[in-house]
């Protein structure tokens, strides 16, 4: 592991934690995800735009899941991903997302599931499932 690796990785472990209160949105910088993905923690990433409808409503539904089950904050690393920064971005290029509005779960490396444009609550409820499932196990 180099220097700068372990710094990240260093540093996303006493920030993640902290940064991930109940319900509380963690956008992303260079580095956050990546540290978590390589640490194989389960991590959620919200492909999101302000301006963007779907994105809100996405929003909304996701909110409301996290707060009827606390579970989901206690086992998944929640990442907001700011699509007008980050579009071109390595990290939207490594897991070829296509637009905004997107929604990952992945387990370290591996892809739990994806959403793209849907805002249908049973939908993004079994994603938050799956990726809950994935973290307990």
């Known amino acids: 592991m180099n220097r700068r690796q372990f710094l990240i990785t260093t540093t996303a472990a006493f920030t993640l934690p902290a940064l991930a209160r109940a319900g509380e949105r963690v956008f992303y910088t260079p580095g956050l995800a990546e540290a978590a ?14 301006w963007c409808s779907t994105c809100a409503a996405q929003d909304r539904v996701i909110t409301a899941l996290r707060r009827e089950n606390p579970g989901y904050d206690a086992a998944i690393t929640f990442i907001t991903v700011d699509w007008d920064i980050y579009a071109d971005g390595a990290l939207a290029k490594a897991l070829n997302i296509p637009r905004r509005s997107t929604l990952v779960a ?10 793209v444009a849907g805002t249908s609550k049973r939908d993004i409820k079994a994603l938050m499932d799956a990726a809950l499932a994935a973290a307990t196990d």
């Open 37 to 50: 993905i390589d640490a194989g923690k389960v991590v959620f990433l919200d492909f999101w735009t302000g």
């Open 106 to 115: 992945l387990n370290g490396d591996d892809e739990i599931g994806r959403i």
